[in-house]
């Protein structure tokens, strides 16, 4: 007759050769963030990197940085904008949501000013560059409200505000 086999079993975790449970962490918010802990990178919601990021002339943005926060400035005008849409013309409201908008323009004018200029500094050049693309830019906006068309037909049409005929 065979003799019976114990069988072995783990060793639990009040036995002596474990540790005790595990040091609780420090407190951190709902992300698992330690707030106190300072390991380089950039929290969304840190007021004054906020502030540099978009209104100040100086350090640099890689490209995934400039793309990212220039879009926020054109969510914001496009969101101040469907309001003023839905609002009747000639009303407060109608006014309300237009100025908001003309304001968003204008900070979003030196946010994007701002943004550029970072993105130059990251390729080595001076903020003036940054000038120059809003300087270009307006001009091109310019000649492309001001200007007349060709008269008559060209190779991309017969008349203006019509599609090309196939």
């Known amino acids: 007759m ?7 079993t783990a060793p639990s975790s009040s036995s002596a050769s474990m540790p005790g449970p595990a040091p609780k ?13 300072k390991n380089g990178r950039t929290r969304l919601l840190d007021r004054p990197r906020f502030l ?16 990212l926060a220039g879009l ?24 309300y949501w237009a100025l908001a908008w003309w304001i968003a323009v204008v900070v979003s004018t030196w946010s994007t000013f701002a943004l550029t200029a970072k993105r130059f500094h990251d390729f080595g050049k001076p ?3 940054a000038l120059i693309s809003l300087i270009v830019g307006a001009i091109l906006l310019i000649i ?8 008559g037909p060209n190779r991309y049409g017969k008349r203006t505000n019509a599609p090309a005929e196939s």
């Open 25 to 37: 962490p420090r407190s951190t918010n709902c992300f698992a963030i330690d707030p106190s802990q």
């Open 144 to 151: 492309l409200a001001f200007f007349k068309s060709d008269p």
């Open 52 to 67: 540099w990021l978009f209104f100040s002339l100086s350090g640099r943005v890689n490209p995934s940085a400039y793309v």
């Open 72 to 95: 926020l400035p054109l969510l914001v005008q496009l969101f101040l904008l469907y309001q003023f849409s839905r609002t009747p013309l000639g009303t407060a409201a109608s006014q």
């Open 127 to 129: 903020t003036y560059y």
């Open 2 to 8: 065979a003799s019976p086999v114990r069988a072995s």
